[in-house]
């Protein structure tokens, strides 16, 4: 290896451990400070390593009723959006990328669009749009307020970017493969049934995982449409209600953000070999 191949990777090494440690700092501050006992302040100048190991703050999150019923909300509302979104958008993506229908592109070229625009400029028509959904014995009043216009809201916002990204996979599946079984009699249904899903079990993977994220920390589009409704809250509202108008407890803050990212990371942890991986499809014809 060559004087500047190695200048090279020392440099990039530095660079890569001073950007790990700097996003560490805020995640190492809070879960230290979480085992700490405040009264209503920081300590000054900040510790990284705790005086003690306190666990009354753990036991006050867990044993607050409020906050067990908000991550059970949380847990059906991303259930929820995650499964019947990428049902969806898998449809709408094998759509776009093997069958041919008058106006494809153009209609793409909208969901293209649409992933332009700021998702909050959004949220006043959707609202209005929930609210005028009334279903009689079900939704009389309209969506707003319910956990199932919730999921609405979200499934409806993901599914052009989720298409987007997996209808780039679905194109790279060979066409001989399809082809194959429309010889067989086959239909769509067949092919995305039978062809297309275990082949794209990778990026629907990849697109579960992102959407789970997404979902689980979703705060702004929660609080309008459950508004303060304590029975339908999320987790990151009720979070966001450990903050005292006068004086917070940051013990208990720092807790429960720790608790809120241990299901993603568990997530992140078992999943992280099933991201998308290129040419899946490669040797699945012969030349």
Not at 12 to 18: D, G, I, Q, T
Not at 34 to 61: C, I, M, W
Not at 181 to 206: E, N
Not at 265 to 281: E, M
Request: hydrophobic share 50%; charged share 10%.
């Amino acid at each position: 290896m060559t004087l500047k191949r190695r200048l090279y990777q020392v440099f990039l090494w530095m660079f890569l451990f001073a950007a790990l440690f700097i996003f560490a700092v805020p995640y190492i501050f809070m879960i230290s400070n979480s085992f700490e006992q405040f009264s209503y302040t920081l300590p000054y100048p900040p510790r990284f390593l705790p005086a003690g190991f306190n666990t009354d703050a753990y036991k006050h999150v867990l044993g607050n009723q409020a906050i067990v019923t908000s991550f059970t909300n949380s847990v059906v509302i991303t259930a929820a959006t995650v499964l019947i979104g990428l049902f969806i958008s898998s449809l709408s993506a094998y759509g776009f990328a093997k069958i041919n229908f008058c106006g494809r592109n153009t209609l793409f070229k909208i969901y293209l669009f649409t992933l332009m625009l700021p998702g909050f400029l959004n949220l006043i028509p959707q609202t209005i749009i929930l609210r005028g959904i009334q279903i009689p014995f079900l939704f009389p009043s309209g969506m707003v307020g319910t956990r199932s216009g919730l999921v609405l809201l979200y499934v409806s916002t993901a599914i052009c970017g989720n298409t987007f990204f997996l209808r780039n996979f679905f194109k790279g599946v060979p066409n001989e493969l399809t082809e194959a079984v429309k010889i067989d009699g086959g239909g769509h249904g067949h092919i995305f049934f039978r062809i297309m899903l275990p082949l794209s079990k990778p990026a629907i993977g990849t697109m579960a995982i992102l959407g789970i994220q997404g979902t689980w920390e979703e705060y702004f589009s929660a609080k309008v449409i459950l508004g303060g409704n304590e029975k339908l809250l999320t987790l990151p509202i009720m979070l966001q209600r450990l903050h005292g108008q006068h004086a917070t407890r940051w013990e208990w803050v720092f807790a429960a953000s720790v608790l809120m990212q241990i299901p993603i990371l568990i997530l992140f942890i078992i999943f992280q070999k099933k991201f998308v991986v290129g040419n899946i499809a490669q040797g699945a014809v012969k030349e």
